[in-house]
């Protein structure tokens, strides 16, 4: 499996971005897929999670401004980001569980001016 994240930017604070995680190869396995994010100097955290089933899950730091999705048709998953915060500034990645594929892509770089 290979997966490429897609949609980063710079973007003023209040803005939007549509970020796109599109995976390639055998779905086997395959039941749930993350967005992560690191910011320089920190460690990656969980951003949010959808399941197989579209069941979401998402870090209390974005409740309410990000909404996960998935296009299992066309092997996508989305993170709509809405009302960004300086603080959401950095790379975002996707992965897998329970297999997470290494190693992990090069991610896409959010930047939020204020």
């Known amino acids: 499996v290979q997966l490429q994240a897609s949609g980063g930017g710079l973007v003023q604070t209040g803005g939007s971005l549509r970020l796109s995680c599109e995976f390639t190869g055998s779905r086997f396995g395959i039941n749930i897929m993350d967005w992560y994010r690191q910011a320089p100097g920190k460690q990656r955290e969980l951003v949010a999670s959808?399941?197989?089933?579209?069941?979401?899950n998402y870090a209390d730091f974005v409740k309410g401004r990000f909404t996960i999705s998935r296009d299992i048709t066309k092997n996508i998953v989305y993170l709509q980001m809405n009302s960004l915060k300086s603080e959401d500034t950095a790379i975002y990645y996707c992965?897998?569980?329970?297999?997470?594929?290494?190693?992990w892509g090069q991610g896409t770089q959010v930047t939020v001016s204020s």
């Open positions: 992965n897998t569980r329970p297999n997470v594929i290494l190693p």
């Open positions: 959808i399941t197989s089933g579209r069941n979401t």
